[in-house]
């Protein structure tokens, strides 16, 4: 019985990388011979003692087409479809992972349009593996962007393979391997982690797949226990407050958009009602209520009917109603599971037509009731964000793919923890380009975005253990302080970051000579009772109210300043004179603004340098 497999990387549609040799690999009986035909070119292997074979093929053209055929004596497998192009692996956390489903609501325009089956995506399955790198991945499809497929496509990566398509006009294939809430060292391998010193002490634990297993199984019970109490003790499920005819008279008021009392914030369940009334011009249509965002779970009910949920407090609310009445009843439950829970301020909350939108935060005050007070959830582990584990289950499966570069997002999830970053991220860098034997492999990075939402986290420090991995060949960062949302740790604003993205892939991989980054501090000089600040990309640099900020040994100090040319000078107070070790700051705040632009309308790198004393 033959045990022929191959790769789900070369199954139909895949896009290969063009003008490189393509190694082509699977499993078969161990010891057996394979046959292999790509494009005509054929080749033949013995499958090793472990069932494992490659093969290499000579390097196609861009848009070549080729059907691929694999053969033991028993088996014939056939790929279709397959062109030759630029691939580049898309790494990192849920900004990078984030759908184009979930920015339908920003670009509903652009995305009803999208139609190029000269874009693919083939999205590595969620593995983590604790024992050492696989060799190969069990499962997964390429998909073109196209109606009904385009929207499981990372954004980002959409919409930098659709500037570099319209550029280059040759086939784009994306990897995409980011998962959401991944720290740093679940994508470093254990040689890495081991040699910085930064392997945790519970590894060879998770070496153990019982042990994960015996902590997976507790805890869905305990969650489950948590989950069931909460229900059973719910009033409001029990007097079913979502029907329409429920008195909630006597019930406590509140605005949407303003904060609620501490009470309201704290675990357990939350009823909010109203009744509003439907403008005549839009009765009939289908609508969407949006809700913005939600901690921690919500289900929201229309004259008593469920219109939908969501079980965790990052996803944009947006139910879809079916036909807008004259009137509607609206019930909201939120389930609150750590506290700090209700809505994200700052959120609008409407109703959408194809007329317009109804704005429910100026239908005056809704009814609110607590029905349930709960202790705090216990967090759950979510082993996919432990160290190696997913290097070794989806980025080492990935070694012998010859790929055009990278494009990452990552580091919100160490915020909390900032001081190993920079170390971290630039041996990543080093490491991904060694296993793709590429020393010089393009890496573009995206700087975290504005935030405002975690106060007690430091953004800023990561941002700047971001820049120093610039010290690297080949390396190129998308700014991003000025298309965040202060309020939402997935700003949706992706195709300004994909096209920022784009444009340092045709600087750095298809060297074109353009400018393709921000302003970059080259250095920070003091003379003559001035601070000097040179700039890389400065080209037209402008900006209004130039203010950075002076660290001494004891103080901070806010200095204006002039620009001069591709410079900024700043002003020292007169009593102060500048000493070694001082440092300067510009925009070094968790929700940073930006103040600088070059003539692209590209924003400057926020950093921390030293003073230098002439």
């Known amino acids: 019985m033959s045990d022929l497999c191959l790769s789900p990387l070369f199954g139909n549609g895949a896009i290969l990388q063009r003008d490189k040799k393509t190694i082509i690999w699977g499993t078969a009986n161990e010891n057996s011979s394979v046959k292999a035909n790509l494009g005509g070119e054929i080749k033949e292997v013995i499958a090793d003692n472990y069932g494992q074979w490659a093969v ?41 992972q984030l759908w184009m489903r979930r920015v339908a609501t920003r670009y509903p325009n652009e995305i009803k349009k999208i139609n190029n ?33 385009i929207e499981n496509f990372s954004a980002i990566g959409y ?26 060292e679940a994508w470093l391998s254990e040689n890495d982690l081991s040699s910085m010193g930064l392997l945790s002490e519970e590894h060879h634990e998770l070496q153990d797949e019982m042990y994960i297993q015996n902590i997976i199984d507790s805890e869905l019970s305990r969650d489950q226990l948590y989950d069931d109490e909460m229900q059973k003790n ?56 949006r809700l913005g965002t939600v901690t921690d779970a919500d289900e929201v009910y229309v004259d008593g009917q469920k219109v939908g949920e969501t079980g965790y407090k990052y996803p944009p609310r947006e139910y879809d109603i079916a036909v807008l009445k004259h009137e509607l009843t609206i019930a909201i439950r939120i389930r609150i599971f750590y506290g700090n829970g209700g809505f994200t301020a700052g959120k609008n909350h409407y109703i959408h037509t194809s007329l317009g939108k109804i704005d429910l935060d100026r239908m005056g005050p809704w009814q609110i009731r607590k029905t349930v007070n709960s202790p705090i959830k216990k967090q759950q582990t979510f082993f996919q964000y432990k160290p190696t584990g997913l290097y070794n289950g989806m980025i080492a499966p990935l070694r012998q793919l010859a790929i055009k570069g990278i494009a990452f997002y990552q580091g919100e999830s160490d915020t909390n923890r900032p001081e ?52 690297l060949d080949s390396t190129g960062m998308v700014t991003t302080i000025d298309v965040g949302e202060s309020n939402d740790l997935h700003p949706t604003n992706k195709q300004v970051v994909g096209e920022r993205a784009a444009n340092l892939a045709l600087k750095l991989a298809y ?52 620009i001069s040319d591709q410079t900024v000078v700043l002003t020292l107070p007169d009593d102060l004179k500048i000493e070694r070790g001082w440092r300067l700051r510009y925009a070094w705040a968790n929700n940073s603004k930006p103040i600088l632009f070059n003539a692209y309308g590209l924003p400057a790198e926020p950093f921390e340098m030293l003073v230098s004393i002439v």
């Open 56 to 96: 290499t093929f000579s390097p196609h053209l861009a848009g070549e087409k080729v059907q691929l055929i694999i053969n033991d004596e028993d088996t014939e497998i056939i790929s279709n479809d397959i062109i030759f192009g630029d691939v580049w692996l898309l790494g990192g956390q849920s900004n990078m």
């Open 420 to 471: 190993n970053y920079g170390v971290e991220f630039q041996r990543l860098i080093q490491s991904w380009r060694k296993q793709f034997n590429q020393g010089s492999l393009p890496f573009i990075f995206v700087q975290l975005a504005n935030l405002s939402l975690e106060p007690e986290h430091d953004w800023a420090r990561v941002r700047e253990e971001q820049r120093h991995a610039l010290t």
């Open 117 to 149: 089956k000269e874009i693919r995506s083939f999205t590595v399955p969620q593995v983590y593996d604790f024992n050492g790198p696989q060799e190969d991945i069990d499962s997964g499809n390429w998909e073109y962007a196209i109606p009904g497929e």
């Open 511 to 562: 060297y074109e000579n353009i400018v393709a980054a921000g302003p970059s501090p080259i250095d920070v000089v003091a003379k003559n009772h001035q601070i000097v600040v040179r700039y890389l990309n400065g080209e037209g640099l402008r900006g209004e109210k130039i203010e950075m900020i002076l660290l001494t040994d004891q103080n901070k100090y806010q200095l204006s300043g002039i």
């Open 234 to 289: 719910d009033l409001g499920l029990i007097s079913h407050y979502e029907q329409c005819n429920f008195d909630d008279s006597n019930w406590e008021k509140i605005e949407l958009d303003h904060k609620w009392s501490s009470e309201f914030q704290k675990p357990g369940v939350i009823w909010l009602r109203k009744k509003i009334t439907i403008p005549s011009q839009y009765v009939g249509l289908h609508g969407q209520i």
């Open 159 to 184: 919409f930098m393979a659709e500037k570099l398509y319209n550029k280059l006009k040759i086939p784009i294939g994306l990897i995409a391997t980011a998962i959401g809430g991944t720290p740093i």
